[in-house]
C-alpha cells in the first residue's frame, strides 16, 4: 500500500476519501482553494491539509499546483475523487510523469471513456446500442443541422468530457438551441478544461440504469447495477441499488454491454458504464449514453448491498493489488436493496426551479439506526461556498425486507433529519418519497418534473423551504437582483442601456450549472 497520498478534491469526496485511505494505514494530505477553507472534519482526518494558490473551481483545476503540493509533502499517489480532474487523462499522465500514482484507470482508457465521442464509437464497435448522434464536437451550425435531421424529436447537447449534470442541456425548440449550446460550452470550459460538445438524438422517456464494474488490468467483475432514475435538470437525486425491475432479460443484457465495453480496454479500477431503457416499448430498448471512469457519488449504495468498500478497492488496485488478492474471484450477490437521497443546500422559486441557497449551518441533526448511513462533510457555523456543489449530505437507507421497507425507512430518516440556518431540498426528498410511483417503480427521468407541481404542494407539508423571488427588477425596473448566490460570468449589457423585457442581460454560476439572468416587465 502506499505511504501517503494526495487527494486532489473538496468536501464530502475528500473525505471519504481520507477516511478509507486512513483505514488501510496511509497517511494523507487534502487540499482547498483560498476561498475554500477546509472544515474541521477535514482537518481531523487528514494528515495534513495545505492551501492551493487559486480561488473556485480552477484552483482544483491546476495540475502544477497540484503536483507541486504532491512532491512537497512526499506523496506516492494521487487520488481525484469525483469531478474536477478526475476523468482527465492529460492529469493522470502529469501524475505518471512526476513518478506518482494516479489512483483510477490508465491514461489511455481515461482518454477513450473522458470523451464522450471517443466512448460512443468504442460502444460502436463492440456492438452496443447507441442513440443517433455527433461522431465529435460540432458547431452551433452543426448542432442546428443535427436537430433538424431528428424530426421533432429533440436533442441533448453534451459536454465531451465530465458528468455530474455539468454541460448537458435537453432541446426540444430548435430557437433554443443557441442558447443551449452557449450554456454548455461555458460550463464544460470552467468545470472540466475543455469546451467541446456534441449532440445525441433525445429518449424522451428513459429509465437511466448505470453498472459499476471493477477491474485489475486483467480480470473483471460487474458489482451490479444501479437506478438513477429520479433527476432534475438531468442531475441525479435518488439512486438505487439494485434497480427497480427491469423487463426480462434485460438487466443481463446492460451488464454484458457494460462488460464488453470495460473488457475492450483491459480496464483498471472502478468504473461505471450508463445506459438508458425507454419506457415505451421500441426497436432500441437501451441505449449506452456515456461511462464514468472514476469512483461516482452513488457508489455507497453499491457499497450496501455488496458488503464491499469501493474506495479501498480502488486504493488497493491502484497500489498493484489484483482482484484475487481481495478475495473477488466471483461478484457478490446483492443483499436486500438500498438507496440514495442527496440533500442539498438550495431553495425552490413558486415554479419549483431550485437555486443555492445560503446562510450559515447550524446545529445539524442526522438519523441513525440500523440500515442506514450519512455521508457528509457540513459542520455546525460552516459557511456555505455558493461556487461549489451544493450536496450537503448523502443519506443512505438499506434493508433486506425488500424495496417497500427501504422506502418506509426512508420517510423515517428523512423526518429526522435537520439542518438548521440554511434552506434545503429535505421537502422535496420527503415528498418524493411519499409518492405511490416509488413504490410501484413508475418512474422515468422526466418525473419530477412532470409532476413538479404536485410535489411541491405536498413539500409545504413537509416544512418547505422559504422560497426566493423570480428573475425581475426591483420595484425601480433599474436594478435585476440575483436569486441566488453565485459567480457571475458573464455581464451582456452596457451600464446606462436600455433594454427590453425578456433580455438576456447576465449569466450567474451556481448550483453545477449556468442560469441565465433576463429582465421581465415591471
Known amino acids: ?120 464509437a468504442l460502444a460502436q464497435r463492440c456492438g452496443v446500442p447507441v442513440l443517433a448522434g455527433s461522431d465529435g464536437a460540432v458547431t452551433l451550425a452543426q448542432a442546428q443541422a443535427f436537430f433538424e435531421a431528428q424530426g421533432g424529436a429533440g436533442v441533448m447537447v453534451k459536454a465531451l468530457g465530465g458528468g455530474g449534470g455539468r454541460g448537458l442541456r435537453a432541446v426540444q425548440r430548435l430557437q433554443d438551441l443557441p442558447q443551449a449550446y452557449a450554456r454548455c460550452v461555458s460550463e464544460a470550459r470552467h468545470a472540466f478544461a475543455g469546451e467541446g460538445v456534441y449532440v445525441e438524438r433525445l429518449m424522451a422517456q428513459a429509465r437511466h440504469i448505470e453498472v459499476q464494474v471493477v477491474g485489475d488490468g486483467r480480470a473483471l467483475l460487474s458489482l451490479g447495477e444501479r437506478e438513477c432514475t429520479l433527476q432534475r435538470r438531468h442531475q441525479k437525486l435518488v ?25 475492450a480496454l483491459q480496464y483498471r479500477s472502478l468504473g461505471t458504464f450508463e445506459f438508458l431503457v425507454d419506457v415505451a416499448p421500441t426497436t432500441l430498448p437501451f441505449a449506452f449514453i456515456e461511462a464514468n471512469a472514476r469512483l461516482q457519488v452513488e457508489h455507497t449504495v453499491t457499497e450496501q448491498v455488496t458488503g464491499l468498500d469501493l474506495v479501498q478497492l480502488q486504493l488497493a488496485i491502484a497500489a498493484g493489488q489484483t482482484l484475487a488478492d481481495r478475495g473477488l474471484q466471483q461478484a457478490p450477490r446483492p443483499r436486500g436493496q438500498a438507496v440514495q437521497w442527496r440533500i442539498n443546500a438550495e431553495t425552490l422559486d413558486a415554479q419549483g426551479q431550485a437555486r443555492a441557497s445560503s446562510g450559515s449551518i447550524g446545529a445539524l441533526s442526522w438519523p441513525s439506526g440500523p440500515g442506514v448511513r450519512v455521508d457528509t462533510a457540513a459542520s455546525a457555523g460552516e459557511a456555505l461556498a455558493p461556487q461549489y456543489d451544493t450536496l450537503l449530505a448523502k443519506l443512505v437507507v438499506h434493508s433486506s ?54 410535489l411541491l404542494h405536498a413539500a409545504l407539508a413537509f416544512g418547505a423551504a ?6 425581475g427588477p426591483d420595484a425601480q425596473g433599474k436594478q435585476l437582483v440575483a436569486p441566488m448566490a453565485g459567480r457571475l460570468v458573464e455581464v451582456l449589457v452596457q451600464v446606462g442601456q436600455t433594454v427590453p423585457a425578456g433580455a438576456v442581460v447576465a449569466v450567474l454560476e451556481a448550483m453545477k450549472m449556468e442560469h441565465v439572468l433576463t429582465t421581465t416587465q415591471a
Open 1 to 120: 500500500m502506499f505511504q501517503r497520498v494526495l487527494i486532489a478534491n473538496r468536501g464530502e469526496v475528500a473525505l471519504r476519501v481520507a477516511r478509507a485511505a486512513a483505514d488501510l494505514g496511509m497517511a494523507v494530505v487534502a487540499v482547498h482553494a483560498l476561498d475554500d477553507p477546509a472544515g474541521a472534519a477535514l482537518r481531523a482526518a487528514c494528515t495534513t491539509v495545505l492551501a492551493l494558490p487559486g480561488h473556485g473551481a480552477a484552483a482544483y483545476l491546476d495540475i502544477e499546483a497540484l503536483l507541486a503540493v504532491a512532491r512537497r509533502t512526499g506523496c506516492q499517489a494521487v487520488h481525484p475523487g469525483w469531478g474536477f480532474l478526475s476523468e482527465c487523462a492529460d492529469f493522470a499522465q502529469a501524475c505518471a510523469d512526476a513518478g506518482l500514482v494516479f489512483i483510477g484507470p490508465t491514461p489511455d482508457q481515461l482518454a477513450v471513456l473522458g470523451d464522450k465521442a471517443s466512448a460512443r
Open 239 to 263: 439512486e438505487m441499488a439494485p434497480a427497480l425491475p427491469l423487463p426480462n432479460g434485460l438487466r443481463e443484457c446492460i451488464e454484458h454491454a457494460a462488460l464488453a465495453l470495460a473488457r
Open 401 to 454: 425486507g425488500g424495496w417497500a421497507d427501504v422506502l418506509r425507512r426512508s420517510r423515517c430518516a428523512l423526518a429526522e433529519c435537520a439542518v438548521p440556518g440554511v434552506a434545503t431540498n429535505l421537502p422535496l426528498l420527503r415528498a418524493l418519497a411519499a409518492r405511490p410511483e416509488l413504490e410501484a417503480g413508475a418512474l422515468h427521468t422526466g418525473f419530477v418534473e412532470q409532476h413538479l407541481a404536485a
Open 466 to 471: 422559504q422560497t426566493v423571488p423570480d428573475f
